[in-house]
């Protein structure tokens, strides 16, 4: 049978803070609840659009898109999707991106309904490739890329990255 230790004074469970230290833990964690809430928060998905006759200084938008794809992958971030109207894309450089998405938030670059999207690197003096990614989790889909003075797509040290529907020529 063990014997219970008898505490003189106070037993750790008991023991007090003063009041000021108590104010002062207690605002240091409002004040990191309050800091982190805004820039923890996950911002919502957002959706870029290009087109052939849209513009870069436009906001991205369905009915102000983006003309050229380095715009487009120039403002995205985790969860976004940039939708690439048809018609055939001459990137002035080499396509690339390092934003990462995550597994919940993946960024896609996709083809935005039923005519084509081809993007013809035919005009780039070099470059490694036509699209460069050193980037997680990306989905490339319903786009042709042709015509590259390297490599169509190259993918570095990517995990996560899908590429369907899509052609390189």
């Excluded at 998405?101 to 670059?109: C, D, K, N, S, Y």
């Excluded at 590259?148 to 570095?156: K, N, Q, R, T």
């Amino acid at each position: 049978m063990r014997r219970r230790r008898r505490y003189r004074g106070r037993h750790r469970k008991d023991r007090t803070l003063p009041l000021g230290t108590l104010v002062i833990v207690a605002s240091a964690a409002a004040g990191v609840y309050l800091t982190a809430a805004p820039g923890g928060a996950s911002a919502a998905p957002t959706t870029v659009y290009v087109a052939p006759n849209g513009s870069d200084g436009g906001g991205g938008t369905r009915s102000a898109p983006y003309r050229t794809i380095e715009k487009a992958l120039s403002v995205a971030d985790a969860g976004t999707t940039i939708r690439v109207r048809g018609g055939t894309y001459y990137p002035r450089s080499p396509l690339s991106s390092e934003t990462d998405g995550t597994r919940g938030r993946r960024v896609v670059l996709t083809g935005d309904g039923p005519d084509p999207v081809v993007v013809d690197g035919s005009r780039l003096s070099s470059g490694p490739a036509l699209l460069s990614l050193r980037a997680d989790y990306w989905t490339v889909s319903n786009i042709e890329f042709r015509n590259a003075p390297g490599a169509e797509i190259i993918c570095s040290a990517c995990e996560g990255f899908v590429f369907r529907e899509s052609a390189h020529r």
